[in-house]
DNA sequence: AGGAAATCTTAAGATTTTAATAAGCAAAAA
DNA sequence: TTTTTGCTTATTAAAATCTTAAGATTTCCT
């Protein structure tokens, strides 16, 4: 999981404390001991997480946080000394996605930074913690970040829904994907169809994209009643 | 903000407390006293999230939570009277979206609810608590939840990307969004695309298809080397 | 076997993307 | 100031892709 971190803290320890827990992982970190130069950095660095102090010498982590609600969609975590509740769900309603007082336990920190960068990320439900990429078994690939799909080495050239569909059953492979579900993940939320066979057209295509590749073996299965799989 | 939600609670207190602090919101509430009837319910109803209680009867709430990420996304809220962080830790790394540790604040179980819910929501940078379903403006009313778009009393018809396009326009009406910024907002996460005119060509669609309803105002403004806009 | 429900097939029509060319703007050069 | 230059945005139209809809087929159940 690589991501890019902004850390806004003014003791510091925060940024040391991440710079000994997040050494394995492909994390770059953006370390800032004032507001202003944070907010620069949020500006012209594509960020997919921010910790935010709430006590900083020039702006407070409440401003920070709205400025960022304003136009971004990454996590954001506050940090404060402050045991009070109310800033907690000011923070919180604020639009922080996480809140923490100190003292915490360095792990907790960390595991509640990847929670947060898991659910930001897609495609994540089976290893959460390594983005797949490149799914490739019994003579398929899919590699997501070209968009091509090779069968017994013959490449397929397949239209981007084809793809997404193909890679939603593959990374389910060996479990049935109902047709509802797929829509689901490959328009994402943002439709609402009923009568909906426009899923079952695109199986048809990519059965017969495969099919030129790939005799007998039927890739693509209907199990009745319940949806489509791909055998493991 | 309309969602269903799961509580799983041993003890009946949290489904008593939300109860008390969530009258006034548009919230179904499931409750269960046991994993097995909630994973019951887990299968038949289409959930926004769940609260689970580590303690349970017969299933524990870090197997339901394992259960829940086998097949769907909404977030998950871990809850322990254990002070202790490995808990936490193996809550939030097993797929949980937050931990909190008993006794807590309600108000702050009430606002981690909302931010996750938020998170877990589309289009939600202006205002967090109030989910925009319908935008209206001098003369312009656009309606997510049928995809109708009227100008001027006449109506638009409107393809989904040109009507995404406008919503996002004008959801953000008064500031200039980029060109990346509509793709990426439009499309999702998942395409890249570098020479990309599509933004540009559906930009025009639209001033087409709205020019016939108005004269002179050119609704989306084109601001140079930046961007495009739609006045206040 | 026969009916009902689910899935498949097909093809037309709508939408989106691509690609090539034109037009517009802003700063540097004349 | 005017012209040139390089870059950004606009306009087209054709090609690719997606969606819809209706009828055909398969599967399930009694």
Chains 1, 2 share one sequence.
Not at 53 to 71: H, T
Not at 129 to 145: C, K, T, Y
Not at 148 to 163: G, I, V
Request: aromatic share 10%; with cysteine; proline share 3%.
């Amino acid at each position: 999981m690589a991501a890019n971190i902004l850390i806004v803290d003014d003791e510091q320890a925060i940024a040391d404390l991440v710079d000994v827990y997040l050494t394995n992982e492909n994390f770059t970190i953006f370390k800032f001991y004032n507001g202003r130069d944070a907010l620069d950095c949020i500006e012209h660095e594509k960020l997919d997480l921010a910790i935010l102090d709430v006590m900083l010498p020039d702006i407070d982590g409440f401003s920070i946080c709205r400025k960022i609600r304003e136009k971004h969609h990454f996590p954001v975590i506050m940090l404060t000394a402050k045991e009070e509740e109310i800033d907690k769900i000011t923070g919180l309603t604020l639009g922080a996605d996480d809140y923490i007082t100190k003292p915490f336990h360095p792990l907790e920190l960390m595991a509640r930074v990847k929670a947060q960068l898991r659910r930001f990320t897609k495609y994540n439900t089976t290893d959460p913690d390594q983005e797949e990429r490149v799914i490739a078994f019994s003579g398929l690939v899919l590699d997501m970040n070209t968009h091509e799909c090779t069968l017994n080495e013959k490449k397929l050239s397949l239209t981007p829904t084809e793809f997404s569909i193909l890679w939603v059953l593959c990374s389910n492979r060996g479990r049935v994907v109902s047709s509802e579900q797929l829509f689901h993940e490959v328009w994402g939320d943002k439709y609402f169809t009923n009568s909906n066979n426009t899923v079952m057209v695109h199986i048809r295509h990519l059965r017969e994209k495969m099919h030129d590749s790939t005799e007998h073996p039927k890739y693509i299965k209907t199990v009745w009643g319940v949806g489509y799989k791909i055998e493991k």
